[in-house]
């Protein structure tokens, strides 16, 4: 079973990159994680571990590749099913072209091919949409920001 999705993200690559690579924050802002636990303090780097839980169970998952702010992959099991993710960003004029591809194999995903094809293919549907939430709602809330601190910056030179 293969599912692809891809969206285009008003926010800097970087800032989408932080959302995504930012794993223990995950269910901040996708309903669908119930928790999340990334196994290290640092950068993310191939072999890096983590695990998230949704409604299908805990989905333990290894790091495969890193390119930072370009490219994440990770390969995770739960049940009898094995899951393989690959999420690409590329920097546009207006923001961040973000695809990302899922792959499950497994007995299960054999046995029950088109029922979960379908659910495999909503749920990333879902996922960019809830990814390009997040980063657009954190590029404006830092615009603010940098407004905010230019315009008190502005007001205690002007005194």
Known sequence: MIAKAAVDIAAPQREVWTVLADI???????????HAVCHTELELEEGTKFRFSTELGTL????THVDAPHALSWKARVLLLGERVAWHLEPTDH???????????????????RRLDARLQRVMDSLVQLLRL??????IEEREE????AAGAGATTDG
């Open 146 to 149: 940098v407004a905010r601190a």
């Open 24 to 34: 223990d924050s995950w269910p901040t802002w996708n309903p669908a994680v119930r």
């Open 134 to 139: 997040e980063a657009e709602a954190r590029a």
């Open 60 to 63: 333990k998952c290894r790091i």
């Open 95 to 113: 923001g961040t072209h973000v695809e990302v591809e899922a792959r499950m194999t497994g007995p299960v995903s054999r046995l029950f091919h």
